[in-house]
């Protein structure tokens, strides 16, 4: 093992027996940085599954691709034929005039407007669904169709999905602002956590640094001890995200049942888990690097 392994290892034994020295202050600090960082890990789950709610209740976005009136049915072939050829695309069904006719008659109120008609004026269409839901893809989707040859119109219902788009852009701000600030809360705690640390050692530390011992010896069982101390409190935030899916999770079912959407909400994926854990013991080690530059820098 090298030098540098070695130290490394003994740093980290060194900050895990400084944890669990004090479990108590260990139990609370992780109380505190799990409690402020289940907020936006938790808001985040939260707004994942209304946004799927969302996608339900609206249904998938479409477009409807109108020919023109002299279209004829190898006009219709072609316009089928570029659909199929076109990515972007989930699938879609073709509405002949015939059957827009008979609707339109069989709706109330319209068969005497219908039947005074001299010929059947709705032209033969498709409905199209893609196969993404984003708002700028949609419209080159239908600008590409809109070119094609017998297409007189397309229409887009985005307006829903441009909604959507909107929910979802604010909502992630939302949770980013929030996770910035309570983030750095943490590393206010952490900053404290490791003064206090730092001055209950303060007679060790002048002597190593006496011995010959450098700044980055010194600092290193502090930022161990910070990322370890963030660590939990990431564990921590994860089981409490984990604990509210499980309490909101009948009540979610419930209203998801009114709207007949069959709808549950999720905790946290792996990647997402990950990033919880990962951020937290981040934001451990620069409270931990905060901390002990400024006094080894005041001690020079």
Do not use: C
Not at 38 to 53: D, H, I, Q, T, Y
Not at 54 to 82: M, N, Y
Not at 233 to 245: K, N, P
């Amino acid at each position: 093992m090298t030098a540098w392994l070695r130290n490394h290892r003994r740093a980290f034994a060194h900050a895990l027996r400084r944890l669990w020295s004090a479990p108590v202050n260990t139990l609370f600090g992780a109380l505190v940085v799990g409690v402020t960082l289940a907020l936006p890990a938790g808001g985040e789950a939260m707004l994942a599954s209304l946004l799927a709610f969302g996608r339900h209740v609206s249904g998938p976005p479409q477009l409807s691709v109108f020919l023109a009136v002299d279209a004829g049915t190898t006009d219709a072939g072609e316009v089928e034929r570029r659909l199929r050829e076109q990515p972007g695309i989930a699938g879609f069904r073709f509405v002949g005039r015939a059957e827009t006719l008979k609707r339109f008659r069989e709706a109330e109120g319209m068969q005497e407007v219908i039947d005074a008609l001299p010929r059947n004026p709705f032209p033969d269409a498709f409905v199209v669904t893609p196969s993404g839901e984003d708002p700028r893809a949609l419209e080159e989707l239908r600008s590409a169709m809109a070119a094609w040859p017998k297409v007189e119109h397309v229409q887009l219902d985005s307006d829903w999905a441009k909604r959507l788009d909107a929910m979802l852009r604010l909502g992630r701000l939302a949770v980013l602002v929030l996770a910035a600030l309570l983030g750095a809360a943490i590393v206010a705690v952490g900053f404290n956590t490791i003064r206090l640390q730092i001055l209950t050692q303060r007679a060790e530390i002048e002597v190593s640094r006496l011995l010959g011992a450098t700044d980055a010896f010194i600092r290193r069982p502090f930022f161990y001890f910070g990322s370890l101390q963030g660590l939990l409190g990431g564990a921590v935030a994860w089981l409490i995200v984990l604990a509210g899916t499980k309490v909101l999770q009948q009540p979610v079912e419930d209203l998801a049942g009114l709207y007949g959407v069959d709808l549950s909400l999720e905790p946290l994926g792996a990647a997402a888990s990950l990033v919880l854990l990962g951020f937290a013991a981040l934001l451990g080690w620069i409270g931990a690097w905060l901390s002990v530059s400024r006094h080894l820098r005041d001690w020079t």
